[in-house]
């Protein structure tokens, strides 16, 4: 059974970079038929895509985060990488990590809440 | 940019059926997915491609979408569908995704 685990520090200074990985298990982030994707989710709001990954380094980022956004993948730890930027207040959330296949997301990291405050 | 609107909340007796909205410009061209969301969980898919149901989701989900609008309906609701509920959109041409802001399902 596939399952995701997100790592990385719960509590960021503004302007700095955040940095967070996700582990994969139980399947091949190699595989050519997934995507691999960040999401994020601010304290009682919605949902918010980030961007995603394929296997062999391509990437889509939401337009809204484009420019602070940067997702990376390591086949060989069977691991991807978010990398956000120039961090506010605004960016305090519970990140999430997914796998994709043509738009849906399944399944889901258990989340890991990413604080931004000084 | 694209949007999805979902209404904030939505109530339903138990028993009864409870129908979730999900509005968009020409949302019905392309693929609608849905996502509960229980408190403290991560969401789980239980619609994709409009009308699809993974395995482990109770046949009492059922999704459509057309034109403009994207529903979620759940038959015979139990206490145990009371979450948030999330829309999603995928646009094949930039792939990107898109979500609604959510809609709070309360079973009275």
């Known amino acids: 059974q596939l399952q995701l685990q997100e790592s990385g520090p719960g509590l960021v200074k503004p302007s700095e970079t955040l940095s967070l990985t996700c582990s994969v298990s139980g399947g091949s982030i190699s595989s050519s038929t997934y995507y691999w994707d960040w999401i994020r989710q601010p304290p009682g709001k919605g949902l918010e895509w980030i961007g995603s990954i394929y296997y062999t380094g391509s990437t889509y980022y939401n337009p809204s985060l484009k420019s602070r956004v940067t997702i990376s993948v390591d086949t060989s730890k069977n691991q991807f990488s978010l990398k956000l930027s120039s961090v506010t207040a605004a960016d305090t959330a519970v990140y999430y990590c997914?796998?994709?296949?043509?738009?849906?997301?399944?399944?889901w990291g258990q989340g890991l809440l990413v604080a931004v405050s000084s | 940019s694209y949007e999805l609107t979902q209404p904030p909340s939505v109530s339903v007796s138990p028993g009864q059926t409870a129908t979730i909205t999900c509005s968009g410009d020409?949302?019905?061209?392309?693929?609608a997915c849905w996502y509960q969301q229980k408190p403290g969980q991560s969401p789980v898919l239980v619609i994709y491609q409009d009308t699809k149901r993974p395995s482990g989701i109770s046949e009492r989900f059922s999704g459509s979408n057309s034109e403009n609008t994207a529903t979620l309906t759940i038959s015979g609701t139990q206490a145990m569908d009371e979450a948030d509920y999330h829309c999603q959109a995928w646009d094949s041409s930039t792939a990107e995704v898109v979500f609604g802001g959510g809609t709070k399902l309360t079973v009275l």
């Open positions: 997914a796998r994709q296949h043509f738009a849906p997301f399944d399944p």
């Open positions: 020409k949302l019905g061209d392309k693929y």
